[in-house]
């Protein structure tokens, strides 16, 4: 069966640090991959997509990046963090056709002090 | 573009009576429908989904939406309510061809004793 594993699950990092969050998904090949960010009252905001290795979709202009190394691993990384990075982020997995379940991983909690 | 309502941002009702959970669609063309639930702290899961097969959709733990063209509706329902159905409830489409989910704001569902 497939799983997703999304790590740090909570992390706190000053004004200015790098971030880095890991995802790895298990038991599929070639899965589409995406980054959301959640804020209260907001819902899910799509950050990044993945169809591949190496290539990246962004869809919000901001202070974060997304890299595929490899097939089943996603990262979200920034160099330098802000206030208002602060959230509840999301990696998920689909199969490559439309209308096919998203399936999420117990997402990473980021607190920028 | 699409793009997803879900109208109200909390819901509250009583143990055993029926819940409602609504959520209007704007799409271009036929969308995919999807409704997810999150408990605290946790990723999204499917509930259920409409792709273009049968209007009435069932789902797992009793719930069930019905997808209304004439309406641009899919709203969320369930006859008797539980105490373990407390959670925030997200509505998404996405379109023929492409993967990514938009997502509404979410709903939270309150139940009381």
């Known amino acids: 069966s497939q799983t997703i594993h999304q790590w740090p699950a909570t992390l706190v990092q000053p004004v200015g640090s790098p971030l880095s969050l890991e995802c790895t998904v298990e038991?599929?090949?070639?899965?589409?991959l995406y980054w959301y960010r959640q804020a209260a009252g907001r819902g899910l905001q799509l950050l990044f997509y993945?169809?591949?290795?190496?290539?990246i979709s962004s869809e919000v202009p901001q202070n974060l990046s997304a890299s595929r190394p490899q097939d089943r691993q996603f990262i979200l990384s920034s160099k330098k963090l802000l206030l208002s990075d602060s959230g509840f982020y999301l990696c998920?997995?689909?199969?490559?056709?439309?209308?096919?379940?998203?399936?999420f991983g117990e997402g990473s909690w980021l607190t920028v002090v | 573009a699409q793009s997803v309502t879900q109208l109200g941002s909390h819901v509250s009702v009583s143990e055993g009576a029926l819940v409602l959970l609504r959520c209007n669609y704007s799409?271009?063309?036929?969308?995919?429908l999807f409704w997810y639930v999150q408990y605290p702290n946790q990723g999204l899961q499917l509930l259920l989904k409409?792709?273009?097969?049968?209007?009435l959709v069932k789902g797992i733990n009793g719930f069930e939406a019905e997808f209304k063209k004439s309406e641009t509706s899919f709203h969320l329902t369930k006859p008797s309510a539980h105490m373990s159905d407390a959670a925030e409830y997200f509505c998404?489409?996405?379109?023929?061809?492409?993967?990514?989910?938009?997502f509404g704001k979410g709903t939270m569902l309150l139940v009381s004793p």
């Open positions: 998920a997995w689909s199969v490559d056709t439309s209308g096919n379940t998203m399936y």
């Open positions: 038991g599929t090949s070639n899965p589409n």
């Open positions: 993945s169809i591949g290795i190496g290539q």
């Open positions: 799409s271009s063309v036929p969308p995919y």
């Open positions: 409409y792709t273009s097969a049968a209007t």
């Open positions: 998404a489409v996405s379109r023929p061809g492409y993967s990514t989910l938009t």
